[in-house]
C-alpha cells in the first residue's frame, strides 16, 4: 500500500499557511538566516531544475528555522524583457497579460512542491511598485555621475529598424526578420561599473563563494598594470595613447594598430575620401566592424589590416611609423590601440609577415642569440635589452620601471592600471522593460524625471510586435510631455532599461517589498543583508552576479545600507540532466514536474533531487531513481504507522535505559543525528545526509518483531524511529509532518528543535575493518576500539582468506585508515 502522500502534503501545506509560518519579521533579538535562489523567468512552467534548485534552498530553511533563527526565504518573478516580449508575440497577447497570467500558473505549480516561501514579501519586476525604484535609483546613479551617454556599437537590423541584444542574433541574421544585422554606432546610456572595477576584485568580505566564481570575475575585470604611452600623429594635434604591459619593448615598435571603430579612423574616414586607397580602406573597415569579435580577436582568426595612410611618431626614438588599421585590435579593450612590436608578441609578428613590415630585435635571448632573419616566431621571453639607447645591457624586466619612469620625466608616458571591464550600457530598444526616467527637452537637454512623477509607466496601447519599431517610439500620449524644467514641448527617452537592472538589487526590496517612501529601509537592511545563502547557477558569474556586486557598494555609498557584499555565501547548483543533455524544451527531454508530484508526491521528487547527486554537481534524471525515493519513504511510513502504539508509550522512556540496551541501534540513532547535521551545516551535502537516513532506517527495520521487545528495548526502538522526522524534515517536510503526529506529538515539528546527539552512544566498542588488496576486497576483521594501529595491521595479514592473496608476494605497505579500512599494497 502506497502512502498517502496527495492528502498529507494537501493537509500540511494548508497547515503552513494557515500558521503564516514562513512569514519573516525583522527581529534584532533573534539570528537570522536569509536564504535566496535566483528568482525565475515568469515563463509560465517550472521544470525539475527550478524543483532542485528551491528544494536545496528549503532544506536550507527548514533546518534554520528548526535551529531557532529567523529565516527568510522570498520569491518572485524576473518579468522584463526579451523572453516575456517573444511569448506575448508569439501568442497573440499584450506582454502585461502574458506575464500575469504565467504568473499565476507558477504560483500553483510552488504551492503543488510546498516550499516554504514568504509570499507576504512576494514581487514581480514588471509591476510598477518595483519599476519605480529602479527608475528612482537610475536617478540616484545619475546623481552620483554614474551614468553617462555616450556612443557604442550595436546589432542593428535595418528591415525591422531597431538594436538587436546578442541573444536576438542568429547565425548573424536578425531572429525576427531573418536579415543580416550589422554593427552600428548609436548613443546609449552606460552606468559606469568601470568606477568600482578596484573593489569588485576584492572578495574578502564574502564568507564563501566558490573560487571558480572569484576567477572567472576577475579575469572579467581583467586588471593590467603597464605603461601609457603617448604617440604623437604628426601635423596635427592629436595623440594616439597605447596601453602595454610591455614598455620595455618600445624600441621594437615598427607599426600602430588600431582597430576600424577608433575615432582617428572614424575621423580619417570623412575627410580622406579623395585619398587613394580609400574605397579598399572603407570596405576593410565595415566588414571588420561586422565580423564577430570572438573570431576577431581568436588566435587562430588570420591577421589582417590595410595601412591608413597616415603615422606617427614613436615617443622614444622619434621613429615616424605607418598606422595600420587592423581586425584583431578590439576599441573596448585597452585604449583601443596597440603598439605593435613584431620580433617580440606573435599576433604582431604574423602581420608583420603576412604585409611584409619591418621588425627590429630589442630583447636579446641570453641563452642564444636572436637574429631577425632566421626568426620562425616572436620571442615574447625575458632577456637582455638591445637597440634600446641607453637601456642597452639592462634586464627587460628591470628594464620595465626605468623606461616607464624615464617617459614620466619627458611627458611621454606614465605607470597606468587598465581593465578589460567596460562601462554597462544599460539602453535596450525594447517595449518590456523599465522606462527610463529621462526627458529629452530642445531648449533644456537631457532632464530627470521628478521623484513625484515616478514611476514613468509603460503605456499598455501599444502594438507588441506589429511594427518594426520601438512600439514606445509610436506611443505619442506617452512618448509628448511637459519639461519639467522650462514647461516647453518636449519628448520622453524611449529606450528602456536592460533587464540586467532589475535583479541586480531584487534581493534588498524583498525585505520591504511594501515599501512606498524608498526602496527598503536601511534599518531594515543592516539587520537582513548580506544574503546568509544565495543559490543559482554558474553561467551567472560574470553578469548577474557582478552586476548585483556593483549595484550594493553603490547602494552602500548613497547611504541605504551598510554591508559590502549582497550575497556571503555562494552555491552554483549543478544542472539537471536526462538524456546526457540539459533539460530543455528544445530538446524535448523536460520532466513536468506536476505530473511526477501527481504520481509520486512532492516530497518523492525533492527527495530524488537531493539525493541523486551534491548540490553543486548535476543531476542525471533517471526513472529508477525516483521510483527508489519513492519506495524509501514508503518504507519510513509503514514504519511509523504499524508502530506508532509502541512509539508514542515508550519513546519518552529512552533516556532512562541502561546504555547496554540495543548499543548498535542506539549508535546508529545517534550517529545518523550528528551525521545529519554535519552533512547540512558544515559541507551542504545532502545527499549523503539522505544516504544516513536510509541506512538507519535499514537498522531500525532490521528489528522484525519491535511487539516482541523488552520494555526497554521498545524504548531504544521507538528512540530511532521518533528521531527520523526530525532529521528528514529538511529533504520530505510534508511526510516529516505526518510521522511527527503520528508519533504523537501535536506541535510542528520545527518545534522539537534540531535532535542532540549523545557523544558516549556513538563511542563503538569494536570496529568493523574492510580488508582491501588491489583495491578489491579480500576479508574482513573486528577488533575492539582502543585496538593500536600495528595491531590493526597485523591482524589484517593474518586474517582469514587474506593469507592466500599475499603468500609468495612483496608486502610493501599496509595502510591504516582509521576506523574503516586496511590497504595491503603487494
Request: glycine share 6%; aromatic share 12%.
Amino acid at each position: 500500500m502506497e502512502y498517502p502522500f496527495e492528502k498529507i502534503e494537501r493537509k500540511w501545506q494548508t497547515k503552513w499557511s494557515e500558521e503564516k509560518l514562513f512569514q519573516a519579521k525583522t527581529d534584532k533579538d533573534k539570528k537570522k538566516y536569509y536564504v535566496l535562489s535566483m528568482f525565475p523567468y515568469s515563463s509560465g512552467a517550472l521544470h525539475m531544475g527550478h524543483v532542485s534548485n528551491y528544494s536545496i534552498a528549503d532544506a536550507l530553511t527548514r533546518y534554520y528555522l528548526m535551529k531557532g533563527f529567523n529565516v527568510f526565504q522570498p520569491m518572485g518573478y524576473d518579468s522584463f524583457g526579451l523572453p516575456a516580449e517573444n511569448f506575448a508575440i508569439v501568442n497573440n497577447t499584450h506582454p502585461q497579460t502574458a506575464t500575469e497570467d504565467n504568473i499565476k500558473i507558477m504560483r500553483g505549480q510552488f504551492d503543488r512542491v510546498g516550499f516554504g516561501f514568504d509570499w507576504s514579501k512576494e514581487l514581480s519586476t514588471s509591476r510598477p511598485d518595483y519599476y519605480r525604484w529602479n527608475q528612482w535609483l537610475f536617478k540616484r546613479f545619475y546623481d552620483k555621475g554614474l551614468v553617462v551617454r555616450k556612443k557604442a556599437y550595436l546589432n542593428w537590423c535595418e528591415e525591422c529598424q531597431t538594436v538587436l541584444a546578442n541573444e536576438q542574433v542568429e547565425d548573424g541574421s536578425c531572429w525576427r526578420c531573418d536579415k543580416q544585422v550589422v554593427q552600428k554606432e548609436m548613443e546609449q546610456w552606460f552606468l559606469k561599473i568601470t568606477d568600482y572595477a578596484e573593489e569588485l576584485l576584492d572578495f574578502s568580505k564574502v564568507i564563501d563563494w566558490p573560487e571558480r566564481v572569484k576567477t572567472m570575475q576577475t579575469n572579467w575585470i581583467g586588471k593590467s598594470v603597464g605603461t601609457k604611452i603617448h604617440f604623437p600623429v604628426p601635423d596635427t594635434d592629436q595623440v594616439i595613447k597605447v596601453f602595454t604591459t610591455r614598455p620595455d619593448t618600445i624600441f621594437g615598435c615598427t607599426y600602430m594598430a588600431l582597430p576600424p571603430e577608433h575615432p582617428l579612423v572614424v575621423k580619417w574616414l570623412e575627410k580622406d575620401k579623395d585619398k587613394p586607397g580609400y574605397f579598399n580602406i572603407k570596405e576593410f573597415c565595415e566588414k571588420t566592424i561586422n565580423t564577430d569579435r570572438i573570431e576577431r580577436t581568436s588566435e587562430d582568426s588570420p591577421k589582417e589590416g590595410v595601412f591608413s595612410g597616415h603615422y606617427c611618431i614613436n615617443p622614444v626614438n622619434k621613429e615616424k611609423i605607418p598606422i595600420w588599421i587592423t581586425n584583431y585590435v578590439l576599441m573596448d579593450y585597452g585604449t583601443g590601440a596597440v603598439m605593435a612590436v613584431p620580433a617580440h608578441d606573435h599576433r604582431d609578428f604574423a602581420f608583420a609577415r603576412k604585409y611584409d613590415l619591418p621588425m627590429r630585435i630589442v630583447i636579446q635571448n641570453i641563452e642564444k642569440d636572436l637574429d631577425i632573419r632566421t626568426m620562425q616566431e616572436a620571442y615574447v621571453d625575458e632577456g637582455i635589452l638591445v637597440n634600446s639607447k641607453q637601456f642597452d645591457g639592462m634586464n627587460s624586466e628591470a628594464s620595465k620601471k626605468a623606461i616607464t619612469d624615464r617617459m614620466e620625466q619627458e611627458k611621454t608616458g606614465e605607470a597606468a592600471v587598465t581593465y578589460k571591464l567596460r562601462d554597462w550600457g544599460v539602453s535596450r530598444q525594447r517595449y518590456w522593460g523599465t522606462p527610463i526616467p529621462i526627458i529629452k527637452c530642445d531648449k533644456c537637454g537631457t532632464v530627470l524625471v521628478p521623484d513625484e512623477d515616478l514611476p514613468v509607466e509603460l503605456p499598455f496601447e501599444v502594438e507588441v510586435g506589429k511594427t518594426r519599431q520601438n512600439p514606445l517610439t509610436l506611443a505619442k500620449e506617452w512618448l509628448n510631455v511637459q519639461c519639467p524644467s522650462c514647461g516647453g514641448d518636449a519628448k520622453r527617452e524611449t529606450d528602456t532599461m536592460d533587464t540586467f537592472v532589475d535583479s541586480s538589487w531584487y534581493y534588498a526590496r524583498f525585505i520591504d517589498t511594501h515599501n512606498r517612501e524608498e526602496p527598503f529601509s536601511k534599518q531594515k537592511a543592516d539587520y537582513w543583508l548580506p544574503v546568509d545563502q544565495y543559490i543559482g547557477g554558474i553561467e551567472h558569474a560574470c553578469m548577474h552576479l557582478m552586476y548585483a556586486r556593483f549595484f550594493h557598494k553603490v547602494l552602500r555609498d548613497i547611504g541605504l545600507l551598510s554591508s559590502d557584499e549582497p550575497f556571503a555565501r555562494l552555491l552554483t547548483q549543478g544542472m539537471v540532466i536526462k538524456d546526457g543533455a540539459k533539460m530543455s524544451k528544445s530538446k524535448g527531454n523536460v520532466v513536468e514536474p506536476l505530473y511526477m508530484i501527481d504520481r509520486f508526491g512532492a516530497d518523492t521528487c525533492r527527495v530524488f533531487m537531493l539525493f541523486a547527486s551534491p548540490p553543486d554537481k548535476d543531476v542525471d534524471w533517471n526513472d529508477e531513481g525516483i521510483m527508489g525515493a519513492f519506495r524509501f519513504l514508503n518504507r519510513l511510513w509503514r514504519l511509523v504507522d504499524s508502530n506508532a502504539d509502541i512509539i508514542k508509550q515508550y519513546a519518552p522512556k529512552a533516556s532512562e535505559v541502561p546504555d547496554n540496551t540495543l548499543k548498535d541501534l542506539r549508535y546508529s540513532t545517534h550517529f545518523t543525528i550528528k551525521k545529519v547535521k554535519e552533512d547540512i551545516e558544515e559541507r551542504m551535502q545532502f545527499n549523503t545526509a539522505i544516504a544516513a537516513i536510509m541506512e538507519h532506517l535499514n537498522n531500525v527495520t532490521a528489528l522484525k518483531e519491535p511487539a516482541s521487545l523488552s520494555e526497554n528495548e521498545k524504548a531504544v526502538f521507538s528512540e530511532a524511529c521518533v528521531v527520523i522526522p526530525r532529521i528528514l524534515y529538511f529533504f520530505a517536510p510534508h511526510l516529516a509532518e505526518e510521522l511527527w503526529e503520528m508519533c504523537g506529538n501535536e506541535s510542528m515539528v520545527h518545534e522539537a528543535g534540531f535532535p542532540e546527539y549523545c557523544e558516549k552512544h556513538i563511542q563503538k566498542d569494536t570496529i568493523n575493518y574492510v580488508i582491501q588488496i588491489k583495491g578489491k576486497v579480500r576479508g574482513r576483521i573486528t577488533v575492539p576500539a582502543d585496538t593500536p594501529d600495528e595491531e590493526i595491521k597485523k591482524q589484517a595479514l593474518e586474517a582469514e582468506n587474506v593469507g592466500r592473496y599475499i603468500e609468495g608476494k612483496n608486502v610493501k605497505k599496509v595502510v591504516l585508515v582509521k576506523g574503516k579500512l586496511v590497504s595491503i599494497v603487494i
